[in-house]
């Protein structure tokens, strides 16, 4: 919301139109962040998955194709949360972009440098604020140690140790090896999933 009045963006209402692409897991958390705001439409391919969020925001549209949501909602939308698997990041935020919606994209932004080119592109052509959820690195505790270093502080920082808990590479958690094909089940568009990856059972 700052960075979209600071553009001189205003609502008549003083609320944003917000729509989520992707509404379950991470989705939920950033859509319960904007419950002061219109909450207006939800597009997520997979109706299981999203059931708590489309029970609790009975009143909102529900779509399970973001394209048709941005095509029926457009003209009631001001920005867009989207949180969806990340091979489809590019794209959804793009089609969003292009209609002139702001756009909450979380991590990773893309999947190549190309493609976070043309996010950066269109964001300046279609003139919106655009803004990757990076949680992990906008706390106090992580802009006072930037201050510290900047400010010279504790001299010249010439080595960094980190760590993480978590198996490497992120996506491999545990998957060895692909899975056997399964019946896709009746409440989720394998399709829609799928986006721009290649066809897979």
Not at 125 to 131: H, M
Request: hydrophobic residues 35%; contains cysteine; negative net charge.
């Amino acid at each position: 919301m700052p960075s979209l009045k600071k553009l001189g963006y205003k609502s008549p209402n003083e609320k944003l139109n917000i729509a989520a692409i992707g509404v379950a897991g991470q989705g939920q958390g950033n859509i319960l962040k904007c419950e002061s705001e219109n909450i207006v439409a939800f597009a997520d391919c997979d109706a299981k998955h999203a059931e708590i969020m489309f029970q609790w925001y009975e009143k909102v549209h529900k779509y399970s194709d973001y394209r048709k949501m941005l095509d029926k909602e457009g003209n009631n939308i001001d920005a867009v949360i989207i949180t969806i698997p990340d091979h489809g990041h590019a794209y959804a935020a793009m089609r969003c972009m292009e209609r002139g919606k702001h756009v909450y994209l979380e991590k990773p932004l893309t999947r190549t440098v190309w493609e976070a080119r043309v996010l950066a592109e269109a964001a300046t052509k279609y003139k919106v604020a655009t803004q990757m959820g990076n949680q992990g690195y906008s706390t106090e505790g992580e802009r006072i140690a930037a201050e510290i270093i900047w400010s010279g502080e504790i001299g010249d920082v010439t080595e960094v140790y980190a760590w993480t808990d978590r198996p490497i590479p992120y996506a491999s958690f545990g998957m060895d090896k692909i899975p056997p094909e399964e019946k896709v089940p009746d409440t989720l568009d394998w399709d829609m999933w799928l986006g721009p990856a290649a066809y897979r059972p």
